[in-house]
């Protein structure tokens, strides 16, 4: 993902008198509702399995092998598994073999929620200080395998107690492929790949979900997930029912009443052309970027803390269980 500057502070004041969570919008707890307890450990071994196969780089052997892995393991997490494969282009013409991987829960409803992450790594650690590194691919435990972990606790989850609503868990393929935006003809959509083309090719004809929920990058320690603006723009509400189930819940650090940026990723192409609302829970605001990790050598299992695994992870199973 790739992240837009605004004019901050002015533009600030203006969005943030219109973007400002509402305080006291309500998070409907359902009464008798119980919620799994979501297992930060089981979480921190799922993304230190994926870091394991080494860079899952589209196409890559160490790709083919983790997405193995991964529909395997949401097969045996009872989900209906469905994979959409194509061959694709990079923007610097690399052939891209995408692979999303869909795990589908309580298929018999159409009142359904999207829960999502990119599962591959970037090729290039070139936001690296070091520019030997720049041509070097990514263990991306925080950028890729890390929501990626946090949804795959919750597949397990979902087998132990079904939820009333239907959902469906899409691993995202060659999100992180794009152009660095420091090249001359910078384009948006030279990212996130696998959601463009799942938007234009949905896995069921006629899919449609009441929201979506991505997770990019929730796996640094004290990560502060910002309200990213697009997920703002979109899907004012849901953000704040999320927002407002993590302070419930206690995790308000986590989650802060403050407006982040633009930010490029897969949730883009489902609300601008699946016209699903879709929110990103991605850590980013103007004085820390997305962290001094972020697309370097230094994104391995060092950055994965299983406190923040747990309010991402936490926080979203209260939604899904309160879901009617
Ligand atoms: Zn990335």
Redesign the pocket.
Known sequence: ?EAKRVIPFLLCLLTLSCCTPKKGAVVVEQPNVSVPAFDADSAYDYVSAQVAFGPRVTGSEAHKVCGDWLVAKLKSFGAEVTEQTADLKAYNGDRLPMRNIIGSYNTATNKRVVLCSHWDS?PWADNDPDVKNHRTPID?AN??ASGVGVLMEIARQLQRQQPTIGVDIIFFDA??YGMHSDELDYADNSWCLGSQYWARHPHKADYMARFGILLDMVGAPGARFCQERYSRRYAGSIVDKVWQTAHTLGFGSYFPLTAGNYVTDDHLPLNEKGRIPTIDIIPYDDAYGFGEH??TVKDNMEWIDRATLRAAGQTVLHVIYNEK
Do not use: C, S, T
Request: hydrophobic share 20%.
């Open positions: 993902m970037r991306g950028d890729g999100e992180d972020w697309h």
